[in-house]
């Protein structure tokens, strides 16, 4: 079986997140799909994965997989909680986007999505 190193996950780790802030989604799905088979317990895959749907504009996709993939597989996941209160945000939908940005804002691990739930909380 085909080995993946560290180092070689991150960089194309790096190379979807620089797809998907290009608009290239499909590039960006296809390198996180390969990703997905042979890293599937990593939490910053599920972040990037929740992070294309958002750039997509696919908000409540985004949510489902959060909520059904992401948060499933890492419950205290600061960063997806801050993503779901985005998307729901993007929907219009305060009330739903209130409770994830709560949880994400007032979790100790990931200080980047507690800073960023903090903030759009204000």
């Known amino acids: 079986m085909f080995e993946l190193t560290s180092d070689e996950a991150r960089l194309l780790l790096n190379v979807a997140m620089m ?4 608009n290239r989604f499909q590039t960006a799905g296809t390198i996180l799909a390969a990703l997905e088979r042979y890293r599937p317990d990593e939490e910053s895959l599920a ?3 929740a992070l294309l749907l958002l750039n997509a504009q696919e908000f409540q996709r985004a949510v489902d997989f959060i909520d059904r993939v992401g948060l499933v ?16 945000l993007r929907m219009d939908k305060l009330n739903e986007a209130s409770e994830p940005l709560k949880i994400a804002a007032e979790q100790t ?7 960023l739930a903090k903030d759009l909380l204000k």
């Open 19 to 22: 797809a998907i802030g290009g």
């Open 73 to 88: 597989k890492f419950p205290n996941s600061g960063m997806l909680q801050a993503f779901k209160g985005i998307a729901y």
């Open 109 to 115: 691990t990931d200080k980047a999505a507690a800073q």
């Open 47 to 49: 972040s990037a994965c």
